[in-house]
């Protein structure tokens, strides 16, 4: 059953780059059909594989995601969080909205797994809580190395939890602004970041103005892709 499964998984097969998006229940993962979508035609030679964290999130990703790896997100627990990473081996992870988990993002970083925030949001309940843990939670929300928030009150309650404000920008909600973007060509290392935009897309050396070796991909729907070798960071 869902409990079982999250205490063990799979192992993936190969040994070629992986990315790993979690989309908690329904909500999340519907919101993450379009972008997986574009991602499997984009990155078809990336091993693309989407976590859940219930049982009706399972049936929906079951039925709008065909063909790729599903899977429960692990409890978070320090051996089964390290046994999760060991047997799925992702070069970088998307988590959809706001699900962070101490051990999880402490293991990412342990393994130099860049993880992403997609369609960022965070209640003002939530923020007044986060915010007690002082430094501590300044550490915790610095392992995600972007969020993209949905708007500019989730902007400001990021900030006010202690994220690093060169860490966290607005763009817009994945479910809604949807564009038409075209398509440039190769990939590279990992995924560092990942933004989506209805306007104009800025040009690539405003994302990683030391790296040298970097290209901004554009996915369509608005979502745009920057890619960089792992020295570039």
Same mark, same amino acid.
């Given at each position: !059953?869902?409990?079982?499964?999250?205490? @063990?998984?799979?192992?993936?097969? !190969?040994?070629?780059?992986?990315?790993?998006?979690?989309?908690?229940?329904? /909500?999340?993962?519907?919101?993450?059909?379009?972008?997986?979508?574009?991602? +499997?035609?984009?990155?078809?030679?990336?091993?693309?594989?989407?976590?859940? @964290?219930?049982?009706? !999130?399972?049936?929906?990703?079951?039925?709008?995601?065909?063909? *790729?790896?599903?899977?429960?997100?692990?409890?978070?627990?320090?051996?089964?969080?390290? =046994?999760?990473?060991?047997?799925?081996?992702?070069?970088?992870?998307?988590?959809?909205?706001?699900?962070?988990?101490?051990?999880? *993002?402490?293991?990412?970083? =342990?393994?130099?797994?860049?993880?992403?925030?997609?369609?960022?949001?965070? &209640?003002? +309940?939530?923020? +007044?809580?986060?915010? =007690?843990? /002082?430094?501590? &939670?300044?550490?915790?929300?610095?392992?995600?190395?972007?969020?993209?928030?949905?708007?500019?009150?989730?902007?400001?309650?990021?900030?006010?939890?202690?994220?690093?404000? /060169?860490?966290?920008?607005? *763009?817009?909600?994945?479910?809604?602004?949807?564009?038409?973007?075209?398509?440039?060509?190769?990939?590279?290392?990992?995924?560092?970041?990942?933004?989506?935009?209805?306007?104009?897309?800025?040009? &690539?050396?405003?994302?990683?103005?030391?790296?040298?070796?970097?290209?901004?991909?554009?996915?369509?729907? /608005?979502?745009?892709?920057?890619? &960089?070798?792992?020295?570039?960071?």
């Amino acid at each position: !059953g869902c409990f079982s499964k999250r205490w @063990s998984t799979p192992l993936r097969e !190969g040994s070629g780059k992986s990315l790993w998006v979690h989309a908690v229940s329904v /909500g999340e993962v519907v919101t993450a059909v379009p972008l997986l979508e574009r991602l +499997r035609e984009v990155y078809g030679d990336w091993d693309l594989r989407v976590s859940v @964290s219930t049982f009706t !999130g399972l049936e929906v990703a079951q039925k709008q995601l065909q063909g *790729l790896p599903l899977f429960y997100f692990p409890f978070d627990f320090s051996p089964v969080v390290r =046994r999760f990473f060991r047997r799925h081996r992702p070069t970088a992870v998307i988590l959809l909205e706001l699900e962070l988990w101490p051990n999880f *993002l402490l293991e990412a970083a =342990r393994r130099g797994v860049t993880v992403l925030v997609a369609n960022g949001r965070i &209640t003002e +309940r939530s923020a +007044r809580r986060y915010a =007690r843990g /002082g430094w501590l &939670t300044r550490r915790f929300f610095n392992c995600v190395e972007s969020f993209g928030a949905q708007n500019e009150a989730y902007r400001q309650r990021f900030l006010g939890v202690g994220v690093d404000p /060169g860490r966290v920008e607005i *763009l817009g909600n994945l479910k809604h602004d949807r564009g038409p973007a075209p398509i440039a060509a190769k990939g590279g290392e990992i995924l560092p970041r990942i933004s989506y935009r209805s306007s104009p897309l800025p040009k &690539t050396e405003t994302i990683y103005r030391q790296t040298a070796d970097k290209q901004t991909i554009r996915i369509g729907f /608005g979502f745009k892709l920057c890619i &960089t070798s792992r020295s570039g960071l």
